[in-house]
């Protein structure tokens, strides 16, 4: 992480931390809230964090299981579980939808039937445009149909919508899942132009360092 980008963190209060996927620690003067809950594996680890960083709330971008791993642990723990209603039957596992390993939806059902799931009533519906605790929820469909991101003074969380991948120059670029990591690409597509468009000083991705909004805008102007 750049220097620029980590004091540009440190003054919007987000701390983030690797669980297989990025969980985002999220302070403002409404509230503090924690987003994604990292792979299984790193349960304990996710309980821990709870305990320490004492969130008002959890969101989850969406249900993939290393985003959506640890709601589980939340949801015991007495905390709201915001997610898009779309995610919602994932989260309660009253679907297995889960488009890892590629080109392998039974064995993909198979490893979601594996996860804890949220309880119905631990489940909390948010939407574009609803505020949470100071940052604004954005609606980044494609990757998966009920996506969301939060976007606070310039820095947007953007799950799945955008990546971090190695340039091959030592260097990192943004990059898009591949297809078969979509629900939808050619909405995935419009998602990463919609970001490239906005007004944006940082972007963080579900996976990997935070990027400049150059670096998305270089993948957006990509057809495919
Ligand atoms: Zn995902
Ligand atoms: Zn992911």
Redesign the pocket.
């Known amino acids: 992480m750049t220097a620029l980008s980590a004091d540009l963190l440190s003054r919007e209060g987000v701390q983030i931390r690797r669980m297989y996927?990025n969980v985002f620690l999220l302070s403002s003067p409404q509230g503090r809230v924690i987003v994604d809950s990292g792979a299984l594996p790193y349960a304990p680890a996710y309980a821990r964090l709870l305990r320490q960083f004492r969130p008002d709330a959890v969101l989850v971008t969406h249900a993939?299981v290393?985003?959506a791993g640890g709601a589980f642990v939340a949801a015991r723990s007495g905390l709201p579980v915001l997610a898009h209603p779309l995610e919602h039957a994932q989260l309660t596992g009253q679907r297995h939808e889960l488009p890892y390993p590629a080109g392998n939806p039974q064995l993909g059902a198979i490893i979601s039937r594996l996860h804890p799931k949220v309880p119905a009533h631990a489940l909390t519906a948010v939407d574009a445009g609803q505020d949470v605790l100071g940052w604004e929820v954005l609606h980044l469909p494609g990757h998966s149909h009920g996506q969301i991101g939060l976007l606070r003074n310039g820095v947007l969380i953007a799950?799945?919508a955008v990546l971090s991948a190695p340039d091959g120059r030592g260097g990192m670029r943004a990059a898009l899942?591949h297809a078969p990591y979509n629900a939808d690409h050619a909405q995935a597509l419009q998602t990463i132009k919609h970001i490239a468009d906005m007004d944006l000083r940082l972007i963080l991705p579900?996976?990997g360092g935070p990027l400049t909004p150059e670096q998305v805008r270089e993948r957006a102007e990509r057809p495919t």
Do not use: E, K, N
């Open positions: 996927a993939h290393d985003h799950a799945d899942p579900g996976h």
